[in-house]
């Protein structure tokens, strides 16, 4: 029970929490399932890429000394031999499979590493490049991209948050939780926005540092449309989880919001009288 304001409120039943659980999970289930709709675009680019490898190739490893990337120890790993197993199998890399494949390539700062399958996918090198400067040389953005991690797992949490319950009426007083919960869907996205700008920076960097290193102006051209699609999906990623986890947070709180006894109605007609 829980009074405020002069009215008094019940909880809610078992049974209307775990019909919120199922229909929020529901919504953000599908609201995630339009994820499909972003990625496409990147993905079938890529693998129509692999036809062209050959014309980013040479202009590629020109533009790590263009840029005074190999001066400070970035390389580039070609994944097409080297990838062990092992590394395919731990499930931390699993990444692995898609750039031993030439559908995706990665930049580990930490090991100044660039990783991509250099038969096929040499045309997403220059984003990655332009993520190893994004890592060397700016410090704003090597803040965003230290954000990563630490952003996706806030969204992660908020993503639980919003399937907690909402223990107070409408209008209560709120601490600090009731504030998280009710903010939880904008918290999330905001959480992504870093490495979306990241994401932007480094393909930003990247279409520069092709066009310093002589890449032909009409695969520029292409190299820009490429890098718009692949940030689609992490823009796409970004709001799908933020409305997701607002669904699910706004569909938990309709079902678990306790509810208002009207106490004026059950006074004026009474159960039982007393004789006096
Ligand atoms: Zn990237």
């Given amino acids: ?37 972003f990625t496409k675009p990147f993905t079938r680019q890529i693998k129509r890429e692999h036809a062209n490898n050959s014309l980013y190739r040479d202009t590629l490893i020109k533009a ?7 001066e400070k120890g970035v390389r580039i790993l070609d994944t097409q031999f080297t990838l062990s197993d092992k590394l395919i199998a731990d499930p931390k890399q699993i990444i692995d499979k898609d750039i031993k494949a030439g559908v995706n390539a990665c930049y580990i700062p930490t090991r100044k590493v660039v990783k991509l399958n250099a038969d096929k996918a040499c045309i997403s090198g220059f984003h990655e490049l332009g993520h190893a400067m994004n890592n060397l ?9 230290k954000c990563r991690y630490p952003g996706y797992t806030l969204a992660g949490l908020m993503g639980t948050v919003a399937l907690f319950s909402t ?9 600090l939780e009731d504030h998280v919960r009710d903010n939880c869907g904008k918290i999330a996205f905001i959480a992504m926005l870093p490495t979306v700008a990241e994401e932007a920076l480094a393909s930003h960097r990247g279409i520069k540092l092709a066009k310093k290193s002589g890449l032909d102006k009409s695969l ?23 409305l997701a986890v607002f669904a699910a947070a706004k569909i938990t709180e ?13 006074l004026a007609q009474p159960h ?5």
């Fill in 1 to 37: 029970m829980y009074s405020y304001d002069g009215n008094i409120y019940v909880p809610r039943s078992e049974g209307d929490a775990l019909k919120g659980f199922i229909l929020a999970s529901a919504a953000s289930s599908a609201i995630m399932g339009t994820m499909p709709l």
């Fill in 64 to 70: 790590l000394d263009v840029s005074g990337l190999r």
């Fill in 137 to 145: 040389k700016g410090k704003l953005s090597n803040l965003l991209q």
């Fill in 167 to 175: 223990p107070k009426p409408k209008d209560a007083p709120k601490n």
């Fill in 220 to 242: 520029i051209k292409n190299l820009k449309k490429f890098y718009t699609k692949a940030l689609l999906t992490y823009a796409g990623n970004a709001a799908a989880t933020g």
């Fill in 254 to 266: 309709h079902f678990t919001r306790p509810k208002k006894v009207n106490v004026q109605s059950s």
């Fill in 272 to 276: 039982f009288y007393q004789e006096v």
